[in-house]
């Protein structure tokens, strides 16, 4: 059994009358909603009654600015507005169209892009699409709108499907894991066969339970998905991950890496503080038992966010490149950026006014600075009377993201 | 590619055209276009905006930033 320590614990409160120092904090031990104070922000702007008459053209409907973070700490930022339109018609007969509702922030004088991760090309999901990945999760350092590549030859790009996935599955680690033959497995105190899967039969009066076992190369620190097969029956074999080729080394890691099979595919995963791990198979019970067993992989799992970049005309990365946010699209100074656009449908739907709600979201990435903003929007209601902002409730925040 | 252009008003039907003025490679150039039509256009009253995209396809773009025209 290997030694470990629990770690000490304090049971209450801890009140430090100065400053806490240390020379590492581990990752994923502090989270911000443990925090109060300056780690969550948030703020609010409201307005009402713009009236928009003319077809098509902008109207700002609010102006605010988002303020810098409290200790300039770098923030995931975001607004949230709900905005009630009246479509007023002047008639009954049917007026329809759309109104365009837009989240702007304008282009700051000095800004540093922000620096997302390094992203390694993967395929061309669709013409003009690129789709990379990058190892981690970084969904939070990407804003509604753009990315940035390449800082000594600036390419701005937007984007799509971007999402974050835990178990992205490397190389198969066992080596013939579906038992076409005998070999690369080590037995101990039985017989293995390959009838069409494994098969470990013990010895008869034996005092030892009959097992096989192979050692893999893993990487300290990383997590793993260990899956394998019961192909007859249920309770016939232990799967043991081991740092030995004993099954009382296992790892111990949440209880333990020792598992019983259930017929059919059996899925673990764990994290491993080793570099070379054991899969061991290990009959039930001792003398001449009888497994089955069949289909047994390890593979590390690596966290990864993928993302589709827009490649027109050509994939603007060619092996890897660092992201940066492309909060600005690369728009000069003073420009108002479009942060994300919501296009609603709206129709008189036969009254002389209409009524709606349109919420509208935009995400501008991770950073500390003060950014002013403002919401437009503009309608496209053939003869309408006009359509009115009654009223617009925005909320806006900034909150640590990691 | 950089898209820049404007938001022209046609004073007969009150209609609002987009027009694109020109297309770029390189940033440093689209963005010296990009204040080179401001200054060329800003005294125009039918002029409404100028705006700032990137081409998605050979038949399609995205307007991703607007200078309104102070004129």
């Known amino acids: 059994m290997p030694f470990y320590e629990d770690i000490k614990t304090i049971s209450g409160n801890l009140v430090v009358d100065g400053t806490i120092e240390g020379k590492h904090v581990k990752a994923e031990t502090i989270t911000a909603n443990k925090f109060s104070g300056a780690v969550e922000e948030e703020y609010r702007a409201y307005s009402e009654n713009i009236t928009m008459t003319s077809y098509n053209v902008l ?11 409290e200790w300039d700490i770098a923030k995931g930022r975001s607004i949230d507005a ?29 800004w540093n892009p922000n620096p997302i991760a390094n992203a390694f090309h993967y395929s061309t999901p669709a013409q003009y699409w690129q789709r990379v ?61 390959v009838p069409y899967y494994g098969k470990l039969t013990g010895i008869s009066g034996s005092a030892n339970k009959a097992q096989i076992s192979q050692a893999v190369s893993v990487t ?41 099979a259930v017929i059919g595919n059996n899925v673990r995963e764990f994290i491993v503080d080793v570099s070379t791990v054991y899969i061991i198979v290990q009959n039930l019970n001792a003398g001449d038992d009888i497994s089955y067993f069949d289909d047994i992989s390890l593979k590390q ?24 946010s492309g909060l600005t699209t690369g728009a000069t100074a003073g420009t108002y950026v479009v942060a994300e656009s919501i296009t609603h449908g709206i129709s008189n739907n036969g009254s002389y006014s209409f009524y709606t709600t349109v919420p509208v ?18 309608h496209q209601v053939g003869a309408a009377g006009y359509v009115k902002m009654q009223q617009i409730e925005i909320n806006f925040h900034s909150r640590i993201v990691g | ?31 010296d276009a990009f204040l080179q039509m401001i200054e060329d256009l800003k005294d125009n009253e039918n002029v409404k905006q100028f705006f700032w995209g990137i081409r998605l396809s050979p038949d399609e773009y995205q307007i991703t930033a607007y200078r309104d025209n102070e004129v």
């Open chain 1, 301 to 324: 799992l690596e966290p990864r966010t993928w993302v589709d970049l827009s490649a027109y005309p050509s994939n603007p990365i060619s092996t890897s490149a660092i992201l940066f």
């Open chain 1, 361 to 378: 979201s935009a995400y501008l990435g991770r950073f500390h600075r003060d950014m002013k903003c403002r919401i437009r929007a503009k």
């Open chain 1, 220 to 260: 300290a620190g990383e997590k793993y998905r260990l899956v394998y097969n019961a192909p007859v029956s249920s309770d016939l074999y232990k799967i043991i991950v081991s740092t030995t080729t004993d099954p009382a080394d296992e790892i111990e890691y949440q209880g333990g890496l020792a598992w019983g």
């Open chain 1, 59 to 69: 109207y700002t409907l609010h102006e605010f600015d988002h303020p810098a973070t």
């Open chain 1, 82 to 110: 709900n905005i009630n339109y009246q479509l007023y018609a002047g008639t009954t007969s049917n007026r329809t169209g759309t109104i365009i509702t837009q989240v702007e922030v304008q282009v700051p004088n000095f």
């Open chain 2, 1 to 31: 590619m950089i898209v820049l252009g404007y938001n022209l008003l046609n004073t007969e039907n009150e209609e609002i055209t987009a027009t694109i003025q020109g297309e770029y490679e390189i940033l440093t150039d689209g963005q």
């Open chain 1, 133 to 193: 990945y990058m190892v981690g999760n970084h969904v939070n350092k990407f804003p509604s709108n753009q990315v940035l590549i390449d800082l000594a030859s600036p390419v701005y790009k937007s984007f799509k499907n971007l999402r974050y996935q835990y178990d992205f599955e490397l190389s198969e680690l066992v080596a013939n894991g579906n038992f076409n033959g005998t070999s690369d497995w080590v037995v101990q105190d039985g017989t293995l066969e």
